[in-house]
Every structure is written in structure tokens, then in C-alpha cells.
């Protein structure tokens, strides 16, 4: 049985969930304090979420676990099966966790007071919200970021842009989510990323 452990509302715990939905992949979740997480250390000798443990294999890091998990249970596959497809796959994702992801990375560690410099806030906020159209043109003429088919890259990006759709849960008070609806909103434009949120949405994840 897969283990994954897990803190609320994590978007790269989400990820991960997308994956094993996709694939209908049995999993049993494991809840880890979001003040404590010595039971992850202890395992991966890391502290972040999601980490993945399968037999002896403890896998950290929700890209590497989404592909761990291709390479375990290739169907139904996550990644394209032609080489150079794949490796755009590989390259969009990476460009998304190490360049699109410093915005809001950045805006999230602003919030203290004692730290914000507010022409660095807006820049951040704007660099956000003109991705927006690098995803409206992805999706041009195709369902799914990297075509007909859902993947890698969808479970990899719709975590953060849902909140440009989806309400966030009243529960949910990570401040960095916050940050993601105010800046991704889409107010009635960007029509394909808003059908795409939604064409996501409707997948499974496991439970």
C-alpha cells in the first residue's frame, strides 16, 4: 500500500492526489501537524510535503513523486509516451515550480511588515497575474496544457490555478493561497484557463 503524508490544503499534496486519482491507485494518507512535522524528517530527512513511501522506497518532493509513480504504474500514463513530447512535459513543469512559482513564493515571505518593500510586492503581483495569459495561449485549440490528453503537467499546475476559479475553502487560512486568489483571479476573462480549471476539477482524486 502507498503512504503519502499530507498537511490540509497543501496545492503540492494536491498534485500528488491528481496523480493517484488518474491512475486509481489505492493510497492511505497520512495527516502530519502543520507545526510539527518530525514524522516527516524522521522519514525523508527533509520536512516538506508531500513525501510518498512505497515498501522501502520514501520518495520527497511532489514532481519527483509524480514521476515515481510513472515509472511504477505507466498506465494510465501521466507523461507522453514519445520521447521529445515527454521532455516538454518534463521542462513545462520545471519551468512552472522554479519561474512561475517565485511570485507568489516571494509575495507569501513579504507578508510580514517588518519585510515588505511594496515596489517588489507589485512587480511580483503583476509578473502573476500576466501569467495568466502564457496559459490562456497554452491552452489554445487543446483540453489539457500539453494536449488531448490529461497529465503530469495538469496535476503540476492546477493546484495554484485553480484559486483564478475555485473558492477557497473556508477552512483554508495558508496565507499563501490567499495571495493566489487575489493575484489569478480571472473575472470573467481568460476563457480557456477557466474551462480548463474546471475540466480539471472534474477528475478524480485518490482518497
Known sequence: MIRVWRIPFSTN???VALALGHKGLEVEWVDVPVRDRTAVVELSGQPLVPVLQDGAAVVADSTAILEYLEERHPDPPLYPRDEARR???????????????KAPNELDRMLDP??????????????LRRSRDR???????????????????????????????????PEDTEPFHGILADH?????????????IHRVDAHPRAE
Not at 521532455?87 to 512559482?101: C, G, M
Not at 518593500?117 to 512587480?123: N, P, T
Not at 496544457?145 to 475555485?166: N, S
Not at 489569478?184 to 480548463?196: I, K, S
Request: with cysteine.
Open 184 to 196: 489569478l483571479a480571472l473575472d470573467g476573462g481568460h476563457p480557456r484557463l477557466a474551462a480548463w
Open 87 to 101: 521532455a516538454e512535459a518534463t521542462l513545462l513543469i520545471d519551468w512552472f515550480n522554479r519561474v512561475w512559482k
Open 135 to 169: 496559459f490562456e495561449a497554452l491552452l489554445a485549440d487543446r483540453p489539457y496544457m500539453l494536449g488531448e490528453d490529461f497529465g503530469a503537467v495538469d496535476c503540476a499546475f492546477f493546484p495554484f490555478l485553480k484559486y483564478g476559479v475555485l473558492e477557497v475553502d
Open 114 to 127: 517588518e519585510e515588505r518593500v511594496e515596489a517588489r510586492v507589485r512587480a511580483q503581483a503583476e509578473e
Open 13 to 15: 499534496v494536491e498534485r
